[in-house]
């Protein structure tokens, strides 16, 4: 690839977010390479307008090779696993993945010329928060997905000082929805995540929901989040690039609306899309909080950044839009 002002590097390029970002920097006209080891990601979502390798985040040689052959300067670091229960059961996997991989690929930007990462963080290093949470909130992750977020954070600003890049590091509240385009959108099912479930449940003659606790600390007993639409996530990285080109400062970032909806609310919108829903009230999952949203004051002043999508209903009928497509 010949000299050029920024190429940017994107781990876990084949998974629901990385295909959204990837999007949107190519639409851009962005340099971008792609890597992903496609183990929750899938070849469908990959970006044909981009050069994708598959490679693991853990192979130091060969990541570090890729940083140097295509004279990377920016990395958006995507790749992890994801599921908060599994997590729970299987801490050795995700110690592995989501701590040792970050390490590596760290380690691979030694004597480059990386000069930002964007790190894909997650609200649930916040651990239990009343209400809105600002990003001066003292992390106290919970689960062990949690934790593993909140090393990779310190991991990026360990070697930030270490190999002299700037970072931003994006602390994601719960992600759904797909590309208005509809040509991308969620495929893994394994997250166990609410609004893909409910897109999964729409195709079926007999939907079922399952709301895993009733008894928390909030208005009707079930856990509260803030949802994001993914496209107006890619978008705040394309923002997070520029901001950090541009300044040459570090960010910390928390990415929601800022408004926070409980499952029963959510549940109760799918039921005015879809008729017959039958609502089965299950125990806690383990790793779970009770309710976080987002304070979005700082990355709204910071970024100039204004949500497009910030609807939820728009949001979930956008993956049930998908979803139809994906089963067609
Ligand atoms: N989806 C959400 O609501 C949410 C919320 C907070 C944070 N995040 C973070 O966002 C990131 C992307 O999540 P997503 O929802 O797109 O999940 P995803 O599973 O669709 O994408 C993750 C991608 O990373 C790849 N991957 C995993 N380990 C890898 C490795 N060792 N080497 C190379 N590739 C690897 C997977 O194959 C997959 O394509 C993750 O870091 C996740 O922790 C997601």
Redesign the pocket.
């Known amino acids: 690839m010949p000299e050029s002002n920024n190429n940017i590097l994107v781990?876990?390029a084949?998974?629901?977010?990385?295909s959204h970002v990837v999007e949107q920097l190519v639409k851009n006209k962005d340099k971008v390479i792609l890597?992903?080891?496609?183990?929750?990601?899938y070849k469908k979502l990959i970006n044909k307008k981009a050069k994708f390798i598959k490679?693991?985040?853990?192979n130091k040689s060969k990541i570090s090779k890729i940083i140097k052959d295509y004279n990377i300067t920016s990395i958006i670091h995507?790749?992890?696993?994801?599921n908060v229960s599994e997590a729970e059961t299987n801490k050795k996997k995700y110690y592995q993945?989501n701590i040792i991989?970050t390490k590596k690929l760290l380690e691979a930007c030694k004597s480059s010329n990386v000069k930002n990462i964007i790190f894909?963080?997650?609200?649930s290093i916040y651990g239990n928060v009343k209400g809105s949470v600002g990003e001066n909130k003292r992390p106290n992750p919970q689960g062990y997905y949690a934790y593993t977020?909140y090393k990779g954070e310190e991991l990026i600003k360990r070697y930030s000082k270490k190999y002299n890049y700037k970072y931003a590091i994006l602390r994601?509240f719960?992600?759904a929805g797909a590309s208005p385009s509809n040509k991308i959108g969620?495929i893994?099912k394994s997250?166990g995540?609410l609004v893909k479930n409910i897109a999964i449940q729409y195709l079926k003659k007999k939907p079922v929901m399952n709301i895993y606790g009733n008894n928390y600390r909030t208005k009707d007993g079930t856990c509260i989040r803030d949802y994001i639409h993914v496209s107006d996530l890619a978008d705040i990285h394309i923002k997070s690039i520029k901001y950090l080109t541009k300044n040459k400062k570090s960010i910390l970032l928390n990415c929601g609306y800022g408004k926070g909806y409980s499952v029963q609310q959510i549940i109760d919108i799918f039921k005015k899309i879809k008729k017959g829903v039958k609502v089965y009230y299950k125990k806690r999952r383990p790793g779970d909080i009770a309710q976080v949203y987002a304070d979005t004051k700082k990355f709204k002043k910071i970024l100039k950044w204004r949500p497009k999508y910030n609807n939820i209903k728009l949001i979930i009928q956008s993956a049930i839009k998908w979803e139809k497509k994906l089963n067609y």
């Open positions: 781990t876990g084949a998974g629901y977010i990385g890597i992903d080891n496609l183990v929750t990601g490679a693991d985040i853990k995507l790749a992890a696993y994801l993945n991989g894909s963080s997650s609200c977020k994601y719960n992600v969620q893994e997250h995540q």
